[in-house]
């Protein structure tokens, strides 16, 4: 607020854990400067973060940072646009879950308001040109995905593996506010057992000394142990009486399948779609390759479109989408910001037809909203073969299960954690297990290749990662 205040530059880094009150702070920091005719922009790295903010975007489409973001990147930013006018005038920056991006995303920043701001020659040397800018986020989340990426990459491509970290003032929050809320003294020993020993998992703290990788045991009134089929026991802990809820929003607004691979969470969500009453309508992609980057290689001119719809990618819808009235879904695409429509959103269909979807938001700022999807030609950000695919599809997926790493950013009431495989990236069993409210909300069934139940699972913590932040 000082440094806003007397225009003095500054960068700061807000660290908390998941729960300890960094939306409360952004948007109370928000108001009490808008109040005051300070111009604040907020943004956030994923788009659930986003909505949580006032007037919040993601940071990708407000700066129009590239896709993929290099070292040598910078924002797509004209310094006679309205935009390089707008953040000219700015007087503070917020930006959350910070540890989600590359470092490269804030170091094009940074090149880009140091241009914006170059007429005076000592914002043009200054970080991030004199602008005063609020980092926050949690370093035991999941941290920046690098595909194919190794350990020391993961770790090396976050914010305080950059240059831009020497300048950042570290502040903390340490208190657990969303399991507190609501709580009353004769369960408050309870629930500070469940926050340290959550914590725990995410310092990587547990079964210790370990190289970032670790055995850990699940405590017993988490587990799920008794069932013939697993996936039935996850979901009628999860989604009890599912047939007599699937068209209340308020219920499955607050709960969440959470699974470590597409495959696990595909399996989960065709199980609810056939409890679902009604006729399944399904939705087929048309497929194609990017010509403008295959004329180069005629081999490409042979793959089959039979071959193309079997093509699955994170971000990318499958080529068979099966819907029934009541699906809940999750959009993957940012539609309309201003609307609550962004990466993340979950809705819950009302009508089908067959070139658009009825759906109805049950997430975010805009519950309640009745909204229609159309198809969209779509592409991964960075494609995982050898050529472009351009899938035609809606820019949705099934989602009364997702991945953990969709799951960030969210808040329920409700988690069922299902793992028949571990998780394999740092922070994943972290973030899965701290989206809850309450230690009742939180159900785990871990089985084996036999589907025998388990009691213990792997949790990988990257503890270098954790070596400059305080």
């Known amino acids: 607020m000082e440094a806003v205040s007397k225009r003095k530059c500054g960068v700061f880094f807000l660290y908390g854990y998941g729960g300890t009150g960094k939306t409360f702070m952004w948007n109370t920091l928000s108001a009490a400067l808008r109040s005051n005719r300070e111009i604040v922009l907020n943004v956030a790295s994923s788009g659930i973060a986003s909505l949580l903010l006032l007037g919040g975007r993601t940071a990708h489409s407000r700066f129009k940072i590239p896709v993929p973001c290099l070292e040598s990147s910078i924002c797509n930013i004209d310094k006679k646009s309205d935009l390089a006018g707008l953040l000219q005038i700015t007087n503070l920056i917020i930006w959350d879950e910070a540890p989600m991006a590359s470092k490269f995303c804030f170091e094009a920043i940074d090149k880009s308001l140091k241009d914006i701001m170059g007429h005076d020659k000592?914002?043009?040397?200054?970080?991030?040109?004199?602008?005063?800018?609020?980092?926050?986020?949690?370093?035991?989340?999941?941290?920046?995905?690098?595909?194919?990426?190794?350990?020391?990459?993961?770790?090396?491509?976050?914010?305080?593996?950059?240059?831009?970290?020497?300048?950042?003032?570290?502040?903390?929050?340490?208190?657990n506010m969303r399991l507190v809320s609501g709580t009353n003294s004769t369960n408050a020993d309870e629930i500070d057992r469940f926050s340290k020993w959550i914590l725990q998992v995410g310092d990587g703290k547990i079964s210790e000394p370990n190289d970032g990788y670790a055995e850990i045991c699940i405590p017993p009134e988490l587990l799920l142990t008794d069932y013939v089929n697993p996936i039935e026991k996850i979901?009628?802990?999860?989604?009890?009486?599912?047939?007599?809820?699937?068209?209340?929003?308020?219920?499955?607004?607050?709960?969440?399948?959470?699974?470590?691979?597409?495959?696990?969470?595909?399996?989960?969500?065709?199980?609810?779609?056939?409890?679902?009453?009604?006729?399944?309508?399904?939705?087929?992609?048309?497929?194609?390759?990017?010509?403008?980057?295959?004329?180069?290689?005629?081999?490409?001119?042979?793959?089959?479109?039979?071959?193309?719809?079997?093509?699955?990618?994170?971000?990318?819808?499958?080529?068979?989408?099966?819907?029934?009235?009541?699906?809940c879904v999750m959009l993957i695409r940012n539609l309309d910001q201003c609307e609550g429509l962004c990466n993340g959103t979950r809705l819950t269909v009302t009508r089908l037809a067959?070139?658009?979807?009825?759906?109805?938001?049950?997430?975010?700022?805009?519950?309640?909203?009745?909204?229609?999807?159309?198809?969209?030609?779509?592409?991964?950000?960075?494609?995982?073969?050898?050529?472009k695919l351009i899938r035609r599809q809606f820019p949705i997926i099934v989602s009364f299960a997702m991945t953990i790493n969709k799951s960030q950013g969210q808040s329920l009431d409700y988690v069922?954690?299902?793992?028949?495989?571990?998780?394999?990236?740092?922070?994943?069993?972290?973030?899965?297990?701290?989206?809850?409210?309450?230690?009742?909300?939180?159900?785990?069934?871990?089985?084996?290749?036999?589907?025998?139940?388990?009691?213990?699972?792997?949790?990988?913590?990257?503890?270098?990662?954790?070596?400059?932040?305080?």
């Open 122 to 175: 000592v914002a043009s040397k200054t970080i991030f040109g004199g602008k005063v800018v609020v980092f926050g986020g949690d370093f035991r989340q999941i941290l920046p995905v690098v595909p194919r990426g190794t350990r020391s990459d993961i770790v090396h491509s976050t914010i305080n593996a950059s240059y831009i970290w020497d300048h950042c003032k570290v502040l903390t929050l340490t208190k």
């Open 235 to 327: 979901v009628t802990s999860t989604y009890p009486n599912i047939l007599d809820n699937y068209t209340n929003s308020t219920f499955l607004q607050s709960r969440a399948i959470l699974a470590s691979t597409i495959e696990v969470v595909d399996e989960i969500n065709d199980y609810l779609i056939n409890l679902l009453p009604g006729d399944a309508k399904e939705f087929l992609s048309s497929d194609s390759i990017d010509r403008a980057e295959a004329n180069d290689n005629d081999g490409f001119e042979h793959l089959t479109p039979e071959f193309l719809s079997c093509l699955k990618c994170s971000g990318l819808p499958n080529h068979s989408l099966k819907l029934k009235v009541g699906t």
């Open 354 to 387: 067959n070139h658009v979807i009825e759906a109805k938001i049950i997430s975010g700022t805009h519950i309640g909203n009745t909204i229609y999807i159309p198809r969209m030609s779509l592409s991964p950000s960075q494609s995982p073969w050898p050529f």
């Open 416 to 470: 069922g954690l299902y793992l028949p495989k571990d998780v394999f990236s740092h922070g994943q069993l972290y973030v899965a297990m701290s989206r809850v409210k309450s230690k009742n909300g939180l159900k785990i069934l871990i089985h084996d290749k036999d589907k025998k139940p388990l009691s213990q699972t792997t949790n990988v913590v990257f503890k270098e990662v954790f070596h400059n932040v305080v």
